[in-house]
């Protein structure tokens, strides 16, 4: 499966959540069977093999492609919350947003020192979420092996927050 048909897919939602912005909706490929798979596919051939011990994914999205990775690449699935989601101790990061700032957190007990950690979300946009994740990951005693989203929104220079980490994003704008 070409990944141009995966692209094609993604609908743009002007002025959602807010004006201005191009809410990338990737559900169009989620109700595919064939567009879903294909995306799994090529997610996990990166990592088979690669003695990947666990998928870090992001609230909520992340989730999404996350949970399938895993269980393909016989790994654990760790996920990544908002602030006051995840039950047992917790770290924390705060980062900023366009408009004030968000939290994101993850169990104290996530990874052995050392684990090898696939970092996964559905897109790539400021970074700032990404960047905290990944400290999140580093903070629980994880190491971040690479970073990986369905989508990069180039031209909002998200790598910058990323630098340091190995990135895969098929799809750019
Ligand atoms: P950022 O921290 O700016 O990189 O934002 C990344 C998070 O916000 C991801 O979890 C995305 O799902 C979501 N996001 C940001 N901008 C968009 C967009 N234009 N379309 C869809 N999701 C977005």
């Not at 069977?33 to 690669?50: E, N, S």
């Not at 992001?58 to 949970?67: E, H, K, V």
């Not at 602030?83 to 366009?98: C, I, M, N, S, V």
Request: charge should be positive; charged fraction near 30%.
């Amino acid at each position: 499966m070409d990944i141009k048909k995966v692209k094609a897919a993604i609908r743009d939602v002007p002025d959602f959540p807010k004006p201005g912005i191009i809410f990338k909706d990737i559900t169009p490929v989620l109700s595919d069977p064939k567009l879903f798979k294909a995306v799994i596919d090529l997610f996990v051939k990166r990592h088979k093999g690669k003695r990947i011990s666990k998928i870090a994914a992001i609230d909520a999205r992340g989730f999404l492609f996350g949970g399938a990775m895993a269980e393909r690449l016989g790994v654990g699935l760790v996920p990544i919350r908002k602030k006051g989601k995840l039950p047992y101790k917790t770290y924390e990061e705060t980062y900023d947003l366009e408009y004030g700032t968000a939290t994101i957190s993850i169990h104290q007990d996530a990874f052995k020192k050392g684990e090898r950690v696939v970092l996964i979300d559905d897109l790539l946009a400021t970074g700032g979420t990404a960047a905290a994740a990944a400290k999140l990951i580093e903070k629980a005693g994880g190491k971040v092996v690479e970073i990986d989203f369905l989508v990069e929104l180039g031209f909002l220079k998200g790598r910058g927050k990323l630098k340091g980490y190995k990135l895969f994003a098929p799809i750019k704008y």
